[in-house]
């Protein structure tokens, strides 16, 4: 190689090469300091874009599992009323049974209608203040009062697949009126006074018995559909874990730096950076062997 003043190839080799060491020094310590060996779509484009969309992946999920966790405690809510519901109606139905004994004088069946009427009261009161978030849950008409199917969003689109269906007979009124006018087939029971007549006057209270069982019935069909939803909302919540552990496990691989492996070119990096300015030194004296020459 020629010895010349104006340009020094040796020094112009050791800087780029000092200036590789240098990037490639840095981007071990960006990496080791962030965790993660993709941190600008520079340094993969492609690995870039899918961890991205993972990572939505990922938030849209966390949402998913608190819907149907939502959606959960909606149905327990649900559940629980309704189980105080069949409570009181199966009281109910053993003082009916009691009055249509026909032992029973005046002041004992006035006794039993009392126990009766305070019972269906508290069935109507359970109906009117069961509610969620705001949404009145056995209203089935009226302000706040659910009456619609309700869907879930347990998944990440758009179609049934992501949605569970929570159907609006589970929403129905629950109220004494019109559970005994709607469900026991006698129009005439519409409230509340008419219900607890027919069950406390021994002429009517064997009449009653059946019509009760058909009201406790509608109540044991819509827990054992809450029971359903409840066993898919359940599941949906597992899938939805299993679904991101599995996206968390892919991006970590794709995304995670290994900090083993960047420690060891950290150190090759550096090696070289020093190696590199050493020898950049060297070369930038190369020019001034030619005075020597003078």
Same mark, same amino acid.
């Given at each position: 190689?020629?010895?010349?003043?104006?340009?020094?190839?040796?020094?112009?080799?050791?800087?780029?090469?000092?200036?590789?060491?240098?990037?490639?020094?840095?981007?071990?310590?960006?990496?080791?300091?962030?965790?993660?060996?993709?941190?600008?779509?520079?340094?993969?484009?492609?690995?870039?874009?899918?961890?991205?969309?993972?990572?939505?992946?990922?938030?849209?999920?966390?949402?998913?599992?608190?819907?149907?966790?939502?959606?959960?405690?909606?149905?327990?809510?649900?559940?629980?009323?309704?189980?105080?519901?069949?409570?009181?109606?199966?009281?109910?139905?053993?003082?009916?049974?009691?009055?249509?004994?026909?032992?029973?004088?005046?002041?004992?069946? @006035?006794? +039993?209608?009392?126990?009766? /009427?305070?019972?269906?009261?508290?069935?109507? #009161? *359970?109906? &009117?203040?069961? !509610?969620?978030?705001?949404?009145?849950?056995?209203?089935?008409?009226?302000?706040?009062?659910?009456?619609?199917?309700?869907?879930?969003?347990?998944?990440?689109?758009?179609?049934?697949?992501?949605?569970?269906?929570?159907?609006?007979?589970?929403?129905?009124?629950?109220?004494?009126?019109?559970?005994?006018?709607?469900?026991?087939?006698?129009?005439?029971?519409?409230?509340?006074?008419?219900?607890?007549?027919?069950?406390?006057?021994?002429?009517?209270?064997?009449?009653?018995?059946?019509?009760?069982?058909?009201?406790? @019935?509608? +109540?044991?069909?819509?827990? /054992?559909?809450?029971?359903?939803?409840?066993? #898919? *909302?359940? &599941?949906?919540? !597992?899938?939805?874990?299993?679904?991101?552990?599995?996206?968390?496990?892919?991006?970590?691989?794709?995304?995670?730096?290994?900090?083993?492996?960047?420690?060891?070119?950290?150190?090759?990096?550096?090696?070289?950076?020093?190696?590199?300015?050493?020898?950049?030194?060297?070369?930038?004296?190369?020019?001034?062997?030619?005075?020597?020459?003078?």
């Amino acid at each position: 190689m020629a010895l010349t003043i104006n340009t020094n190839i040796s020094s112009l080799v050791a800087q780029q090469n000092l200036a590789k060491a240098t990037n490639a020094l840095n981007q071990a310590i960006e990496r080791m300091t962030t965790g993660y060996k993709i941190n600008h779509a520079g340094d993969n484009a492609a690995g870039y874009s899918i961890a991205r969309n993972w990572e939505t992946q990922l938030g849209s999920l966390d949402v998913a599992a608190d819907n149907a966790a939502t959606g959960a405690d909606m149905m327990s809510t649900l559940e629980d009323h309704y189980s105080l519901i069949s409570t009181h109606l199966q009281r109910v139905r053993d003082l009916t049974e009691q009055a249509a004994n026909g032992t029973y004088g005046e002041d004992s069946l @006035n006794a +039993i209608k009392a126990e009766i /009427t305070a019972r269906l009261d508290e069935v109507d #009161r *359970i109906a &009117s203040n069961c !509610e969620f978030n705001g949404r009145k849950m056995m209203l089935g008409t009226g302000a706040g009062a659910i009456t619609d199917h309700i869907y879930l969003q347990v998944g990440l689109y758009s179609g049934d697949d992501s949605r569970i269906k929570l159907d609006k007979t589970l929403f129905s009124s629950a109220k004494v009126g019109d559970l005994f006018s709607n469900y026991s087939g006698d129009a005439s029971l519409d409230s509340i006074s008419d219900v607890a007549d027919a069950c406390a006057g021994s002429s009517t209270a064997a009449g009653m018995l059946d019509k009760i069982d058909l009201v406790i @019935n509608e +109540i044991s069909n819509r827990t /054992t559909t809450l029971g359903a939803a409840q066993n #898919r *909302i359940d &599941s949906a919540i !597992e899938s939805i874990a299993v679904q991101s552990e599995n996206i968390t496990s892919s991006l970590s691989t794709l995304r995670d730096a290994d900090v083993a492996e960047e420690s060891s070119k950290y150190i090759q990096a550096q090696i070289l950076q020093q190696a590199a300015s050493t020898l950049l030194a060297t070369a930038n004296q190369t020019p001034s062997i030619a005075l020597n020459l003078l």
